[in-house]
């Protein structure tokens, strides 16, 4: 998988300006955090590691975020921690597991690799938490709607203020897979 997340990055920095998919998850990723998490929270470990769940998927499937599958994401994160990864166990910031560039890199830091693996593993239950939340809600309410994120987040951009991503789950009612 190494060399499936740098050639990604790698394409997908070329194709958008030269910003990280790791940078372009990270305000959807906010926008869904903010939406299923209770006040007991580490909002930003959670919002990393979700942004990180959704990279690792990116170049798994070699798709760009709205494309993703909301349990594939879900499950990716725990794929990654879990002891027992195929062929060597992945060390965050190693070739095997490189970490991302961009200007919300730092967050990936504090959180893989100065943070404790309590950490880590809270953070990632969270993300199967929220998205497991997500999905269930998208499928209950509109069950003929594809589960991918592009379905169920939308892009607000109000006047005089940074765009960022709500839920609405509604908005999936008219939409084919």
């Known amino acids: ?34 939406w299923g998490a209770d006040e007991d929270w580490h909002i930003e470990h959670a919002i990393t590691a979700l942004t990180e769940s959704m990279r690792l998927c990116m170049a798994r499937y070699d798709v760009e975020w709205p494309d993703l599958g909301i349990d594939a994401v879900r499950d990716e994160l725990a794929y990654w921690i879990t002891p027992g990864f ?22 990936w830091h504090r959180l893989f690799r100065e943070a404790d693996t309590d950490a880590v593993l809270l953070a990632a239950a969270r993300v199967e938490e929220v998205l497991g939340l997500l999905l269930g809600e998208a499928d209950c309410r509109h069950p003929e709607s594809p589960t991918v994120f592009g379905c169920v ?25």
């Open 1 to 34: 998988m190494d060399e499936r997340l740098h050639a990604h990055a790698e394409r997908y920095a070329a194709g958008h300006q030269g910003r990280h998919p790791f940078t372009d998850c990270r305000i959807p990723a906010g926008g869904i955090v903010i």
């Open 86 to 107: 195929p062929a060597e166990e992945p060390v965050p910031g190693s070739s095997v597991w490189p970490a991302p560039t961009g200007p919300y890199a730092a967050s």
């Open 153 to 177: 987040l939308r892009e607000f951009r109000p006047a005089g203020s940074p765009a960022f991503f709500g839920v609405v789950v509604d908005q999936c009612r008219n939409r084919a897979s």
